[in-house]
């Protein structure tokens, strides 16, 4: 409803691009955009977040966007070692974000 509500607006004030942060949402925010007849990419390109190696699916073209499971375990891993060997540690960490087409397991 709220894509829905989005794309509804005047054209001036309607999105040019979706990230949709939850692969649970993906489904119903891009069929929301077909039930507007939004003409994806040309209108909006849509980015959403994927579960590797088995996304979501999305009722439009869209770029997914992940994690590495390597990429986090090393990092939890390095974490765990440093505090244990007393070494500084940090309290939060950044993992990069990788597009699809980048993606390898």
Do not use: C
Not at 58 to 67: D, I, K, L, Q
Request: glycine content about 6%; cysteine-free.
């Amino acid at each position: 409803n709220a894509v829905q509500a989005m794309m509804r607006a005047a054209p001036a004030d309607r999105p040019d691009a979706l990230l949709v942060t939850s692969d649970v949402l993906v489904p119903y925010a891009t069929a929301g955009l077909l039930a507007v007849g939004a003409k994806v990419p040309r209108q909006v390109e849509v980015v959403a977040f994927g579960n590797f190696p088995d996304p979501t699916p999305s009722m439009v073209p869209a770029r997914r966007v992940g994690f590495r499971p390597r990429d986090i375990l090393q990092t939890a891993i390095q974490a765990i070692d440093n505090q244990r060997s007393g070494k500084p540690h940090l309290s939060t960490w950044t993992i990069p974000g990788n597009f699809e087409e980048d993606f390898s397991l």
